[in-house]
């Protein structure tokens, strides 16, 4: 049995981008991003602190010893090592090593890109209707109705879709409209080389295995720290010079039939900062309930606290 099958099997599956999926599932998200990338929480990889481990115990200075003093060495330097790398400054640069739970929760809660990813995977899902309206009104022509649903990058979208050739942030799509919105959230870098022709590859999948309608109107939409170029004509030539230089490498991403999709795609780019002055203009135009009013301001203080909202990264 094949990993996505064996995941379907134990926690579902989507058969559609229509289909809702509970906030709730971004907890889960949230694990299993952790789960995925150790590192997160060791400050090292999973490999590397095996190796350390290993290498601490069969020094010869422990020779002759018996486990229980192996075990409290092997301790002993573990903690030194956790104390020497644990930064005590909200926003000091991290250092290479092992970490305790302090410093690996401060690196990933304002560090942390994919971190962010998830957080923004729950407060989309939480979002109402009205506002995911307003807000992607800012990009894309449409007139309000339907309903919204969003999916994060996550065990169920990926092993429902079986989408191999790319990873996506987050997919927003509101079925009667027909209209897919994919959210490329950025820290402070800037886009992939290839990613507009990426995300028409993924539009096309998405279509060809029935997870979205035919002529769904489609927007990338770049969220960052700082504002990205959106002229999608620069975008799209700088990727296909890219690709024809290597053919070979992307000739898969060259095809007719995709170049298509390009033309059909509309590309977008918003801050973060901007995205808190919209969320703050949206509480105060509109009547909104008091979970809603939490919601807003409290991905508002999350961003806020973010290393490249303090830093000049």
Known sequence: MKAAEKYRRVFGSISHLKDQISWTTGLSNMVEFLVWEPQRILGISKKQYVRQIIEWAIHPELEGKNLEEVE??????????MTESEQLETYSMQMVG??????????????????????????????????????????????????????????????????????????????QLNVL?????????RKNPDQLLKYC????????????????????LFIGGNA?????????????????????????????ELLEIVDH????????????????RYLAENDTCQVEQKLLQGFNQSLQSKSFMNLSL
């Open 181 to 189: 919105v994919a959210n490329e959230l950025k820290f402070s870098g």
């Open 228 to 256: 990205l170029e959106h002229n999608k004509q620069r975008l799209v030539d700088r990727e296909l010079a890219l690709c024809h230089k290597r053919a070979k490498k992307y000739q898969h991403l060259l095809r007719k």
């Open 98 to 175: 092992i970490c305790n739970a302090r410093e690996a929760i401060r690196r990933v809660k304002f560090f942390s890109e994919d971190y962010l990813n998830k957080e923004f995977d729950i407060f989309l899902s939480l979002c109402s209707d009205v506002y995911l309206d307003l807000f992607y009104q800012q990009f894309i022509t449409f007139e309000p109705s339907g309903l919204w649903s969003t999916h994060g990058n996550s065990g169920i979208f990926e092993s429902s879709t079986e989408l191999k050739a790319m990873y996506m942030d987050n997919l927003a799509y509101n079925h």
């Open 72 to 81: 409290q060495s092997v301790i002993k330097k573990l903690t030194l090592k």
């Open 265 to 280: 795609l509309e590309v977008a780019s918003i801050t973060w900062s901007s995205l808190i002055e919209f969320n703050n």
């Open 201 to 220: 590859l993924m539009y096309e999948h998405l279509l060809e295995k029935g997870f979205i309608d035919k002529g769904a109107k489609f927007l990338l």
